[in-house]
Nanobody, 124 residues
């Protein structure tokens, strides 16, 4: 069973930094098993907005206006992605969800997996 375990959420002041981690388990991470891994966040609205993703070739995609403050990276040995967040603002407050698009075995359908979420609160 694929599981995503997040950590690093906290309450901070504006301008401070945080690093989120997400470790995946339950499947191998070969070239045919996963597509992208990354982060989405949910604020007061119900939808989850893209924060950042990284793919097998380390190509990154960021949500609007986040590149420059946020940096996504991955450790392929640890099956972990990190989100380094700098100069945090109040509007960055929300629940950050780890996401993986993968398949445990060749022939399985591509599936979107989600973590439980980790709360980030930024106050002035």
């Amino acid at each position: 069973q694929v599981q995503l375990v997040e950590s690093g959420g906290d309450s901070v002041q504006t301008g401070e930094s945080l690093r989120l981690s997400c470790t995946a388990s339950g499947m191998s991470f070969n070239w045919y098993n996963w597509d992208t891994m990354g982060w989405y966040r949910q604020g007061l609205a119900e939808q989850r907005d893209l924060v950042a993703t990284i793919n097998l070739h380390s190509i990154t995609v960021y949500g609007d206006s986040l590149k420059g403050r946020f940096t996504i990276s991955r450790d392929s040995v640890k099956n972990t992605v990190y989100l380094q967040m700098e100069n945090l603002k109040a509007e960055d407050t929300g629940v950050y969800y780890c996401h993986l698009r993968g398949r445990p075995h060749i022939g399985d359908p591509w599936t979107d997996y989600w973590g439980q979420g980790t709360q980030v609160t930024v106050s002035s």
